[in-house]
């Protein structure tokens, strides 16, 4: 029987409940076509039911790099709980994203959600790490792929992560590997060299690739 012959009450919490279990097992791509799937076919009037739905996969849009608007999250009554987070992951301020999760925490654990969020720091992490560099480019533009990791570890310490070379070079070490950035280290320079075409593949990509 087509999938779509079922009752749309019926089809949608399929996609509801599966989304949520895919969440679980890491598969947030397939999440997040799910939820989207019961999102998109619950009526407008069935506001609470939305809300609920939104609640899962927002996290997961944002762990794919997708920013809901600011107009959305209003209406769904989710901007209190996720403005901060958004913020975070546009700025690179990991004070922010830390103070963040530490607000709504209990939220996010009731919903389920904070592990995933949680993933998101290394998104953060990387958003800072493209700022240092991009800062880095203007002062240096013969050495625009070329980032002393010193540089990085002042930024960090700004944030309130104070970390020494070796920390901040595993940090960078695990972003390489996690594919978030194309490049490699090198630690007799303390040196990253990332890679002249797209050194920050898109989320989704680096996503699918992360063995998390």
């Known amino acids: 029987v087509p999938f779509e012959a079922?009752?749309?009450g019926q089809r949608v919490t399929y996609m509801y409940f599966t989304g949520r279990l895919a969440i679980f097992d890491d598969r947030f791509v397939d999440a997040e076509h799910k939820l989207a799937y019961a999102f998109q076919h619950t009526p407008a009037r069935y506001r609470r039911n939305r809300r609920l739905i939104a609640r899962s996969?927002?996290?997961?849009k944002l762990l794919l790099g997708q920013l809901p608007s600011r107009r959305m999250r209003a209406q769904l009554g989710l901007d209190h709980a996720y403005g901060g987070i958004m913020e975070a992951m546009q700025t690179g301020s990991l004070?922010?994203?830390?103070?963040?999760?530490a607000t709504n925490l209990a939220a996010y654990i009731r919903d389920g959600t904070y592990l995933v969020l949680e993933k998101l720091r290394y998104a953060v992490l990387r958003r800072l790490l493209k700022r240092v560099l991009l800062i880095h480019a203007e002062l240096r533009p013969e050495k625009r792929a070329q980032l002393p990791?010193?540089?990085y570890q002042a930024a960090l310490g700004a944030q309130g992560e104070a970390m020494d070379l070796d920390e901040v070079e595993c940090v960078v070490a695990n972003m390489i590997y996690r594919?978030?950035?194309k490049g490699y280290i090198s630690h007799k320079s303390r040196v990253l060299v990332v890679s002249k075409s797209d050194p920050f593949p898109a989320l989704t990509a680096a996503l699918l690739a992360d063995p998390m």
């Open 6 to 8: 079922f009752p749309k």
């Open 179 to 181: 594919k978030y950035v």
């Open 95 to 101: 004070r922010a994203f830390d103070r963040a999760l």
């Open 57 to 60: 996969l927002l996290p997961v």
């Open 149 to 151: 990791l010193a540089l």
